[in-house]
């Protein structure tokens, strides 16, 4: 009843046998790999994923931990119950009620209970064994005699007429006890070899499982970071709008109050003309010329000059407009605020790399904004500088980096040979100058659609291909961490040198053959 409970225990649900290859899902239910693997691959079809169980549902693929502990319990169990069934062999002479056989007999070919086996072994001195069905592979097939010798030669079981007067006669045999036991010490010895092996790939693949489970929390806790970024992002283009048309609605306000009063004073003339104009009309129809020249002038305030109109007559100034440079600005200084806000959150800061023309090669032209190198054809007419390059058409920028974590990136015309990378300002300038060439640089080069990577002369090919000319670099000093980085879509990480950075790093370029370099502000 026990082993009946525990075999319930140990069948899949899906398949409703005993666990093959067992895995476990997050909600901590067991199932043999290639059922539930087709489960979630039906699922996936879905478009949703769930426990068969206990039906928790799961917003990703749910990944499948092997469950070892489980998988050696299943072994156990049915070695177990192999070795259970193998035993259950019945008396051949209990016919009317199967009793179990206790020994059986290789001569008779015979199992036997306990008491035929008593009558037996009174008549008969005959070889016993343990229980057993296959009597075949007990004795020779050739002779069916009884295997009772083993011919290390030929590795083969024998029995007596084969030792004497078989194929195997002449041949240096031992009794299979023997030899049993001395392949069961060569079996243990070898046991031995491989328990340390066995020891080390479980130590290797613990050591894999830490490392997924801590790639895994890494991950859970960068997507939480993540999504707090976004969090405040939004929070903050949110105000930034509220800014961009609060700054809209008072300027609105401001011109159309100005615009309401000048309209309120010219209703105010108007009303004060169509006055003077009814009066006029009035003394036009009087008959009596006596009343007629007694009347006021009325022609004095006829004219409506700066007193009547208020000085501008009642027009709006072309300077009453919207300032749509004000709103921009507004717009823009809080857009830059979020940028600079979610690079202080990442943790790194984009700095402001100006390149340094006292070191720039006279085949390398500079860009007035000091952001751009291009390789030029004619010399240009440069002073002559200790710090200048001479022999390579390389640049260095003009401040260094010794600390923190830093992000820029340039852009390259795919024209020529371009390098970029980062050394220490004590770079030699004439020989060994090249990038890479020397351990005071790091270079990453582009050639001919591809890219290699360069330290104190070892080169590296790197295999991927060049897909967009926009690259993004990364260095964090304290870490000693280089890296360089493909900015298609999606963001490609190329190369990433260590190191344990000892001086100031600057910016470095070298442009070749039309080649041209921008650093992107």
Known sequence: MA???????????????????????????????????????????????????????????PALEKNRKLRSIVERFSSTQSGMEETRIFCTYCTKSPVPAVKSCLQCETSLCDDHLTAHNKTMDHILIDPTRSFFN?????????????????????????CLIGE?????????DEASEKKKKKLRK????LNPQKAELQTRAQNLQDRKRKI????????????????????????????????????????????????????????????????????????????LLQESDITVCSHG????????GGEVSSEEDLDEVLISLTLHRSMRDIVTNVTSELGFHVPDILLDVDTAHRRVKISEDLKTATSSEEKQMRPESPGRFV????????????????????????????ELGMSYPNIEREEESAIGSNDKSWCLGMYNGGYKVWHNFNALTLSVKQTCPTLGVFLDYEAGLLSFYELCDPIRHLHTFTASFTEPLHVVFYVNDGASVTIRS
């Open 3 to 61: 082993s009946a409970e525990l075999r319930d225990e140990l069948n899949c649900s899906i398949c409703l046998s005993l666990y093959t290859d067992p895995v476990s899902l997050r909600c901590g239910h067991n199932f043999c790999r290639s059922c539930i693997v087709s489960v979630l691959d039906a699922q996936e079809a879905a478009g949703g994923y769930s426990c068969p169980d206990c039906r928790a549902e799961y917003p990703e693929r």
């Open 190 to 193: 070898y046991l031995d070899e």
């Open 216 to 291: 895994q929390e890494k991950a859970s806790d960068k997507r939480k970071n993540i999504s707090k970024i976004f969090m405040d992002i939004k929070k903050q283009v949110e105000m930034a709008e509220k800014k961009a048309l609060s700054e809209v609605s008072r300027q609105e306000e401001k011109i159309v109050s100005q615009i309401s009063d000048l309209i309120k004073k010219l209703e105010i003339q108007e009303d004060e003309l169509s006055r003077k104009m009814r009066h006029v009309e009035e003394m036009c129809r009087v008959t009596d010329p006596i009343r």
């Open 168 to 176: 195997h006669r002449g041949h240096q045999v031992e009794l299979l």
């Open 391 to 418: 022999n390579y058409s390389q640049v260095l920028s003009r401040c260094g980096l010794s600390s923190g974590r830093h992000y820029w990136e340039v852009e390259w015309n795919q024209i020529g040979v371009c």
């Open 305 to 312: 000059g700066d007193e009547d109109t208020g000085g501008d």
């Open 138 to 162: 007990k004795k020779c097939s050739h002779h069916k005699k009884i295997l009772e010798y083993y011919c290390s030669q030929d590795a083969a079981c024998l029995c007596v007429s084969c």
